[in-house]
């Protein structure tokens, strides 16, 4: 009975094997130079005007929300698009409801002014 569990406990042994030993070669081979430019936090090339903690606005994380739910609903439209020939008239039908709604809550965002950055 116990003998059925020795692949097992082999492949939890390798998987957290591997990546220990992995991190511990890099960190033996790797240059550890550290400089005050090196460890400076890093923001696109600017040097950071603020602490990394401060506030944004509820503006950004609408826009962001609204992205992501775009962004999902979006998603619906390629599996659609492969079997496009197999649905006929009603896939048809079925994909212009789906994209009404989606225009009609678009057009109800934009004009509720959810998405204007200032």
Known sequence: MLGSYIPILIFILVAITLPVVG???GRLLRPHLPTADKLM???CGVDPIDD???????RFYIIAILFVIFDVETIFLFP?????????????????????ILIVGYF??????????A
Request: net charge positive.
């Open 23 to 25: 991190l511990l070669v």
């Open 41 to 43: 936090p890093y923001e």
């Open 52 to 58: 990394a903690r401060g506030r944004f606005s509820v």
């Open 80 to 100: 659609w698009a492969v079997i496009y020939d197999k649905l006929a008239l009603f896939g048809f039908i079925e994909m212009v409801i789906f994209l009404g």
């Open 108 to 117: 109800y965002v934009w004009k509720k002014g959810a998405l204007e950055w």
